[in-house]
């Protein structure tokens, strides 16, 4: 697929640069895992997008600048949330849902699917993922959907 055509072909849609093979080994030795191909695909070509405040997150490029949200946001929450290593983040909604893609430390899977999982406050008062449910059967049916979310929307 190519993505950033398909992002290109709406004007309300956000987009940084795409990632280098360096900027996506960077990803994978920081959280210990091997990107799917087709997320790596995403990564070069648009390297991350939102429409309003729904991200996919990735890498967020600009001239002079780099940043991981998918680093940092993945760490995060595998600390305070205990967030297994077989997923990586691609958006969170704060204390309330996070959208998930299954990964693999072992081998690089072609795709795999997508998850989402509720995040609540038990009655301890302390914050949990509950069990990941599949929401798309690949990436790309993720993406589908998020370009849906940003059409719906004009």
């Given amino acids: 697929m190519n993505y950033l ?3 290109k072909q709406s004007g309300e ?19 210990g895992i091997l990107l799917p191909e087709v997320y790596v695909d995403f990564l070069s070509e648009c390297g ?10 990735g890498i967020y490029k600009e001239e002079g600048s780099i940043s991981y949200p998918v680093v940092t946001l993945t760490k995060q929450l595998r600390e305070d949330l205990h967030l297994s290593e077989d997923f990586i983040v691609l958006h969170y909604e704060v204390d309330e849902f996070l959208t ?13 699917k997508v998850f989402g999982a509720e995040v609540c406050c038990n009655d301890k008062g302390i914050f949990e993922i509950y069990k990941p449910t599949p929401m798309f059967d690949s990436f790309d049916a993720y993406f589908e959907d998020f370009l849906a979310l940003g059409e719906e929307e004009e």
């Fill in 13 to 31: 849609f956000e987009y940084s640069l795409g990632a280098n093979a360096d900027e996506i080994k960077h990803i994978e030795d920081e959280l």
């Fill in 48 to 57: 991350s997008c939102n429409y309003g405040d729904v991200y996919i997150n």
């Fill in 5 to 7: 055509r398909r992002l």
């Fill in 100 to 112: 998930l893609y299954k990964v693999s430390n072992r081998v690089r899977l072609k795709d795999a």
